[in-house]
């Protein structure tokens, strides 16, 4: 059974930054595309960085030049490395994993950005 886990969430002041990890399990990482995506309260679910299994990165317009995806296939987890945090970043982060045969969400972690 393929489980994604979340962690690096918290608190954080405007103008900080936090990394995101997303640990998997079951599953050789590095055949994956993976997404990390927010949902803020009462808003959509949005996507904010995508690497594919060969290493190439896409962001939306909003985090670009502030958050970087990356990955460490040998620990089979992707980060999300995010700067100039601000209050618009506050969100239930969620990291997504897309394979030949397999579809898997995190549970998710909070990112609070507020002074």
């Known amino acids: 059974q393929v489980q994604l886990v979340e962690t690096g969430g918290g608190l954080v002041q405007p103008g900080g930054s936090l990394r995101l990890s997303c640990a998997a399990s079951?599953?050789?990482?590095?055949?994956?595309?993976v997404g990390w995506y927010r949902q803020a309260p009462g808003k959509e679910r949005e996507l904010v960085a995508f690497?594919?299994?060969?290493?190439?990165?896409n962001y939306p317009d909003s985090v670009k030049g502030r958050f970087t995806i990356s990955r460490d296939n040998a620990k089979n987890t992707v980060y999300l490395q995010m700067n100039s945090l601000g209050p618009e970043d506050t969100a239930v982060y969620y990291c997504n994993a897309i394979w030949y045969n397999g579809n898997v969400w995190g549970q998710g972690t909070q990112v609070t950005v507020s002074s």
């Open positions: 079951g599953i050789i990482f590095s055949i994956a595309d």
């Open positions: 690497i594919r299994s060969r290493g190439s990165t």
